[in-house]
């Protein structure tokens, strides 16, 4: 099965920017779109941004739109989400999602993703 972990998180000033990166292994990335997720404490778990398979579209929520961008390297079986102009409301756990290509959903429902990643931890301060 596809296995995920994403690495890259960790404790910047506001204003800041972070990179994370998740690894695949079990199967071949270009098999499957991807997306980021994250949740804070008694929250629950918010869509960020998602990107087809071959890296041809994207899609994000409006609260990171122009401040986060998604990318991959099928070659490389990796995902990134690059985050800019970082808030400390920002600050949660980051999850990596994977599901298969061409499945007809909406991709910004937690449900629509079969493999997650155990997540890496983003903290914001001011």
């Known amino acids: 099965q596809m296995h995920l972990v994403e690495s890259g998180g960790g404790s910047v000033q506001a204003g800041g920017s972070l990179r994370l990166s998740c690894a695949a292994s079990?199967?071949?990335?270009?098999?499957?779109?991807m997306a980021w997720f994250r949740q804070a404490p008694g929250k629950e778990r918010e869509f960020l941004a998602t990107?087809?398979?071959?890296?041809?579209?994207?899609d994000y929520a409006d609260s990171v739109k122009g401040r986060f961008a998604i990318s991959r390297d099928n070659a490389a079986n990796t995902v990134y989400l690059e985050m800019n102009g970082l808030k400390p409301e920002d600050t949660a756990v980051y999850y990596c999602?994977?599901?298969?290509?061409?499945?007809?959903?909406?991709?910004?429902?937690?449900?629509?993703?079969?493999?997650w990643g155990q997540g890496t931890q983003v903290t914001v301060s001011s």
């Open positions: 079990g199967d071949s990335l270009s098999t499957y779109a």
């Open positions: 990107i087809t398979a071959h890296g041809d579209s994207t």
């Open positions: 999602a994977a599901r298969l290509r061409f499945k007809i959903v909406s991709g910004r429902q937690s449900s629509d993703y079969k493999f």
